[in-house]
């Protein structure tokens, strides 16, 4: 009888290695959300949507052969084509703007380009060519430019 009940005091964990299991796991779990990026701010995840924007408007320039431009409008960011005649629609939104974040066009020495609705258009034409440009990206204190080079290069203001 005594050989049984030796059995089963060592068939099970102690207090302690429990504790200790917890305490690895719970560590372990620390250190994994102390490594997590920190989400970006809806006016920095705007920023970096813009700039994957022009450059996805200035592939598909090339591609399709088009004159394509970017009209920012209403808080939405959208595709248009250049038809022979006016600028229009191309029927899908490249970026939804958040609450609160407003978008400008800008170009060195002139007013811009607006066509008859207002819109301020940075355009590409079909060899992926722009006008230099600046899109500046505010959201009350917070602005950021991101420069439009004529080639397309897309620049963050804050990084160079």
Avoid: C, Y
């Avoid at 102690?14 to 200790?20: A, I």
């Amino acid at each position: 009888m005594r050989r049984r009940a030796r059995l089963s005091r060592q068939a099970g964990m102690t207090l302690v290695e429990v504790m200790l299991v917890v305490f690895i796991v719970g560590l372990v779990a620390g250190v994994a959300v102390m490594t997590l990026p920190d989400r970006p701010a809806p006016h920095e995840r705007a920023l970096r949507d813009l700039g994957q924007a022009v450059r996805e408007v200035q592939d598909m320039a090339v591609l399709t052969g088009d004159a394509l431009a970017i009209s920012a409008v209403d808080g939405k960011v959208s595709l248009v084509r250049w038809d022979g005649f006016d600028w229009q629609p191309a029927g899908r939104d490249l970026a939804s703007l958040p609450q609160g974040v407003s978008v400008r066009l800008v170009r060195p020495g002139e007013t811009g380009r607006d066509n008859e609705r207002g819109e301020r258009l940075l355009v590409f034409d079909p060899l992926g060519v722009s006008e230099p440009a600046d899109i500046i990206v505010s959201a009350g204190a917070f602005e950021r430019t991101l420069h439009i080079t004529p080639d397309g290069e897309v620049r963050d203001g804050q990084s160079g």
